[in-house]
C-alpha cells in the first residue's frame, strides 16, 4: 500500500519549482519526474509512493491519470493555479523528492524521456512496438525496482 496519490507528489513538484527564477515545468517533464520519483523510491526505500502503474507511452512513462489532469494544456507549462493539494511529506520522501529535483529537474523535458526511452523498464514493457505506436502495456514496479537499484548499486561502488 502506497503512502501517497498521484496528485499529492505531482503537486509537490510544481509547487517547489522555482518560479521566480524562471523555471516552469511541463507535463511531458512532469511525468518524466513522477516516473523517476518512484522508480528511485522502490529502489532506494523498498516502497511505493503511490499505487498507480506508469504506461509505456510514445514519449515515455505516463501515469494515465496524471495526464487527464493536465492534457488540456498540451506542450505548455503547467501554471502554479494548476496546484490542487498541499502535500505533507515523511523526511525520507520528500529528501527523495528534492533529490529527484536536484538530480533531474534541471534537464529539458525531451532529454527526460530520451533517458526514460534508454532504460530497461520503459524499453521491455514496449518491447517490439515501434516507438510511434501507442501503448497502455504497465511497466512493471517490479522491474523498476530491480533496473534501479542496480543503478544505485554500481553509482555507490564508485
Known sequence: MSTYQVNQIADWFL?????????????????????????????????????????????????????????????DSIPPSAISSKCDLVTEDEKLLLDILNSYGDLSAKHLEELTHSETPWREARGNLPIEVSSTQNISKELMREYYQKLYEETDDE
Not at 509547487?15 to 523555471?23: N, Q, Y
Request: charged share 25%; net charge negative; with cysteine.
Open 15 to 75: 509547487a517547489s519549482i522555482d518560479r521566480e527564477a524562471g523555471d516552469t515545468i511541463s507535463h511531458l517533464k512532469l511525468q518524466k519526474l513522477m516516473y523517476y520519483t518512484q522508480a528511485w523510491s522502490l529502489a532506494i526505500n523498498g516502497k511505493c509512493l503511490f499505487d498507480e502503474d506508469f504506461e509505456a507511452w510514445t514519449h515515455g512513462p505516463v501515469l494515465p491519470s496524471l495526464w487527464h489532469r493536465f492534457k488540456e494544456l498540451g506542450w
